[in-house]
């Protein structure tokens, strides 16, 4: 082909690569797998790079009846975890030729009007955080290819679930709390009827029973700083000893916790020790820093592309919980400690 006369095409791209215009079809429309070689499917890649080299998606996508557009339902973005998310998403979803429109619940969580005139007509699938889940009854109706994250595999008949082990997250903050000998615990729970939230408290619950002279009391609070700070003021005022350590939902809680304790005189994790959710950058900002379960949101996201990828060929999408790690910083230690 002489370079800047004509556009590259499916040709050209099998003659640099050495491959059939087949393979080159096959691979550019993501039908490689078990057809050709990784080898040939990555000169194919390389080759289309280099030629510049851009399928008429147009064609393409009338021809298979996809529109390549995905829907990420998400609840309001008020921390970076959805912002992972997203990342993670739409990194796999260009690797296949795919879009992602981030869809942010208007009002954080709760039903939402459909931003599509026909959304069966304008996507191919929806991947939806289970915060998020009422929005799509206005947005998917029955029509769609649907992901859930973080949601109860039980209850999602007919959709795929990707899901972080959350439950062995809670696990690793209560056996840390429990060696370092705290037993008076405060729950500071997300106030949102969600199933990773449930998760959360029937497994911390069930772990602080196994031991005795424990004591647990939850203190709903709505997903916010200000909102975390009324709820630990409230619950220090209740009667009965202060717990010696408070484990949240979410970093953005213990961020509220920080400052009811400190307005009270409370030096963590001298007095009071305390755990958070997600460790995202804030975590790291809190002086102590923030003791936390580290969620991977991009793997996340990356893991609920995978899964409609598979579901929209036909696959079975892989099975599995991602795992998470305690990241132990300054913010606990043993109780009354110097």
Known sequence: MARGSTRPTSRDVAQVAGVSQAAVSLVLGDKWRGRVSEAKAQRVREAAHALGYRPNLAARNLRLGRTRTVLLVVPALTTEF??????????????????????????????????????????DGVIASSMAADALTAIRGDQLPLVMLDSDPAANLGAATVNLDIADGTRQIADHLLTLGHRRFLHLAADIPSW???????????????????????????????????????????????????????DKLAAGVYKALRRRGLR???????????????????????????????????????????????????????????????????????
């Open 82 to 123: 959805f912002a992972g998310v997203y990342t993670g998403a739409a990194r796999i979803a260009a690797e296949h030729g795919f879009g992602v429109v981030l869809y942010p619940s208007p009002e954080g969580v709760g039903p939402a009007r459909d931003p599509f005139a026909s959304a069966p007509a304008a996507l």
């Open 196 to 250: 990773t939230f449930e998760v959360r408290a029937h497994e911390l619950a069930t772990r602080l029973r196994t031991v005795p002279g424990t004591s647990l009391r939850t203190a709903p609070t709505a997903l916010s700083i200000e909102g975390a700070l009324t709820a630990t003021e409230a619950a220090l005022d209740a009667p009965g000893p202060h717990p010696t350590a408070i484990i949240c939902d979410d």
């Open 268 to 338: 963590i994790p001298d007095d009071i020790s305390v755990t958070g959710v997600d460790d995202i950058a804030l975590a790291a900002a809190l002086d102590p820093e923030l003791t936390t379960v580290r969620l991977d949101a991009e793997l996340f996201g990356e893991r609920g592309m995978r899964a409609l990828l598979a579901v929209l060929d036909d696959r079975t999408p892989d099975a599995g919980d991602i795992p998470v790690d305690l990241v132990v910083r300054g913010s606990t230690a043993p109780p009354g400690a110097p």
